[in-house]
């Protein structure tokens, strides 16, 4: 069966645009979650708010650049945002390490055994969940502690 370069070319930009779509819809969750408009993350993150409403709208695919600056205020690690934007590839999972901590940021092993089983799309879309249920202690951290005053 002979491939279609027009069918090739269309799957490539609607591939693309989903993944921005994703991207600006994680972006707009997590802005959301920690209570910011898109004004106070364009204060404090550099970034034009009528820019971070089309990356959030899927119009555009944030640089690098972009990312690294919205990061922060965003509650990301950088290197996640990087991953969730396939910037990056998940890191494997460091199971065989001598005198294994499981605390401090390293994975269990049935963790890293079951995300090491699904496809790297299912291991992004974790991470984003969990990047999005971190965001939101944070939050509930910071209302609570507002709260206590």
Known sequence: ??????????????????SA????EIVRQQRVVM???LQELAASSG???SHLGRIE???RFPSASILRKVAGP?????????????????????IAESGINYSGGR??????????????????????????LKGIAKSMAK??????R
């Open 1 to 18: 069966m002979p491939i279609d370069i027009c069918h090739l070319a269309n799957y490539n930009i609607i591939m693309r645009d989903s």
């Open 21 to 24: 779509n994703n991207l600006g």
């Open 35 to 37: 209570a910011l408009t």
């Open 47 to 49: 970034v034009s708010s």
């Open 57 to 59: 709208r899927g119009e």
């Open 74 to 94: 965003l509650g990301f690690e950088e290197d996640e945002l990087f991953t969730l934007a396939g910037y990056l590839s998940p890191q494997p999972p460091r």
């Open 107 to 132: 994975l269990a092993p049935y963790v890293a055994k079951m995300l090491a089983q699904e496809p790297v799309e299912i291991q992004h879309s974790v991470i984003g969940i969990l990047t999005l």
């Open 143 to 148: 209302s609570m502690a507002k709260g206590n």
